[in-house]
């Protein structure tokens, strides 16, 4: 089992819609977790970090789910700009050698 | 402006040739990381360092080496061992190991 999996997609949905994506990760003694956007040929910038009791920024909802070991990211009202590969970041466990571990990422796509 | 620098943007290299992509932070972060991102693929750690002076093997170490003599700074060597370089390379930094990422804007590595 991959330490952080996602879905690839490509999720394609209409402008406007509502989209949601689930990572899932596989060490119980991660803790910290975040949400990265990622444009075709350029560096991923972070979209949100995910805390305990949920958190949302604008039209993007994040939480986290530790018994099941996923984090979620949900966009309401997706717009064309939206469009990108969003990467799911884990650390790997407790300790100083818990370093970030990336998802492979899920490509969304925002039609007209 | 604080931020990561990645130099240069596009570097080819000969077959048996070994080049050194830069990477230069003024964020004062401890730690930094060289990952690798092949087409279609999620981000692979190559390197990291926590602290200068020091630095660890990461999950693709083999044909790169880096150094970490300044806090600033963490180049990546490609060596002439590494068989399939190429990647998109991207640098990384973060106040410390559970922190999130501040990426540099990539170098794109072909092989002539």
């Known amino acids: 089992r991959k330490e952080v999996e996602q879905d690839p997609g490509p999720f394609n949905v209409p402008e406007g819609a509502t989209v949601a994506f689930n990572c899932t990760y596989s060490?119980?003694?991660?803790?910290?977790f975040f949400w990265y956007r990622q444009d075709c040929r350029k560096e991923p910038k972070l979209l949100m970090s995910?805390?305990?009791s949920g958190n949302e920024d604008g039209r993007f909802t994040a939480q986290l789910n530790r018994a099941s070991q996923y984090i979620s990211l949900l966009i309401r009202d997706s717009k064309l700009s939206d469009s990108a590969t969003y990467l799911c970041?884990?650390?790997?466990?407790?300790?100083?050698?818990?370093?970030?571990?990336f998802g492979q990422g899920t490509t969304l796509q925002v039609k007209p | 402006d604080g931020g990561i620098t990645q130099s240069p943007k596009y570097l080819f290299r000969k077959e048996g040739q070994n080049v050194t992509l830069s990477c230069e932070q003024n964020?004062?972060?401890?730690?930094m990381y060289w990952y690798r991102q092949d087409p279609g693929q999620g981000l692979r750690l190559i390197y990291y360092?926590?602290?200068?002076?020091?630095?660890q093997k990461g999950d693709i170490a083999e044909g790169y080496s880096v150094s970490r003599e300044k806090k600033e700074s963490f180049p990546l060597t490609v060596t002439s061992a590494q068989k399939n370089p190429t990647a998109f390379y991207l640098c990384?930094?973060?106040?410390?190991?559970?922190?999130?990422?501040?990426f540099g804007s990539g170098t794109q590595l072909s092989v002539l």
């Open positions: 990384a930094s973060s106040a410390g190991w559970k922190e999130k990422l501040f």
């Open positions: 060490n119980s003694a991660s803790q910290s």
């Open positions: 995910v805390y305990s």
């Open positions: 970041v884990v650390n790997g466990g407790s300790g100083n050698t818990g370093k970030l571990i």
């Open positions: 964020l004062n972060h401890d730690a």
């Open positions: 360092s926590q602290i200068v002076n020091d630095f």
